[in-house]
């Protein structure tokens, strides 16, 4: 099978690109220089909201991964025109180039942002999308030009919905960096990680490894046109246990620090997987402990 992945020289698309690799043909887009010298001769620079740059990479396509997006809460607020252009034109240019070239699945990386503050935990794929940033709006207006290529085209589409995604090839400079990200930076240079509020807030961590052996089952497995899956582990972990975990990771002898809380943080968040396992047999592998370990060395 020929792959395309989008937004391969980013922290997923480059994770998915190495699994791939191993049993098929892979082809990656994105707008930066590939970093990762293994992928540098299957790589293409070229940007998704440019038709033809998409039309370059489509040559015997069986299968098109759709990682590349805008991903920062912050800049989908301090620039909603860029976001919103990137996330859905650029999403609708990749979907009708791929529909045109005869590509026979298509699965889209969308985002647990779509969901909002969550009504019920844990959070299944028939809960609500009310999203509360610029950033889930354009992953879900994405994710639904997606769903309705599943009635306009031949092609196969899957929405995947990743909760909170982590690795080493997370940026700790990028001011967007995630909570764990965060974490381990301050504790591998001897300080304490701090606390955006009281700590109880719950999030659900998966490895980007992780992620990209569930997209990977999906490309093999036919009959799932039309799917939306949660991608998550099921776990629910509080932001100061998580904080705690770092601490003991690096071995050093720290306290974490609290902070002001950040306004329009949602509280709590756990993914249920119980649809994802049944369809795919899915688990994630790569406990909190062992992600965080990998980190801090």
Not at 65 to 74: K, M, R
Not at 228 to 243: E, F, Q
């Amino acid at each position: 099978m020929r792959v395309l992945v989008t937004g391969s020289s980013g922290q997923l698309g480059s994770y998915l690109c190495e699994l791939l690799m191993r049993r098929h043909d892979v082809v990656g887009l994105d707008t930066r220089t590939q970093p990762y010298a293994v992928l540098k001769p299957c790589s293409v620079v070229g940007d998704i909201q440019r038709p033809g740059d998409v039309r370059r990479v489509l040559g015997g396509v069986d299968a098109v991964v759709h990682c590349a997006a805008q991903v920062s809460v912050d800049k989908s607020v301090q620039d909603p025109i860029t976001d919103a252009s990137v996330n859905v034109l650029g999403t609708v240019s990749v979907l009708h180039e791929s529909a045109k070239a005869g590509v026979r699945k298509f699965v889209y990386i969308s985002s647990a942002a779509i969901f909002g503050r969550p009504k019920y935990l844990p959070v299944d794929e028939e809960h609500p999308t009310h999203p509360i940033s610029n950033y889930g709006v354009s992953k879900l207006a994405g994710e639904k030009y997606v769903l309705a290529y599943a009635n306009m085209s031949r092609m196969e589409v899957v929405s995947v919905r990743p909760f909170n995604f982590y690795s080493v090839r997370a940026d700790p400079q990028s001011p967007y960096s995630g909570v764990i990200t965060k974490f381990v930076s301050r504790v591998r240079s001897g300080f304490p990680p701090i606390i955006e509020g009281d700590g109880r807030q719950t999030r659900d961590f998966i490895h980007t490894r992780d992620v990209a052996e569930m997209i990977s089952l999906i490309l093999e497995k036919d009959g799932l046109g039309g799917q939306v899956l949660n991608c998550g582990s099921g776990v629910s972990t509080s932001v100061s246990d998580l904080a705690r975990k770092a601490i003991r990771a690096s071995g050093r002898d720290l306290e974490p620090l609290f902070a002001t809380p950040r306004i329009g943080d949602i509280r709590d968040s756990v993914c249920n997987v119980t649809k994802s396992r049944e369809l795919l047999g899915f688990r994630a592998k790569v406990s909190l402990e062992e992600g965080l370990s990998e980190l801090v060395r």
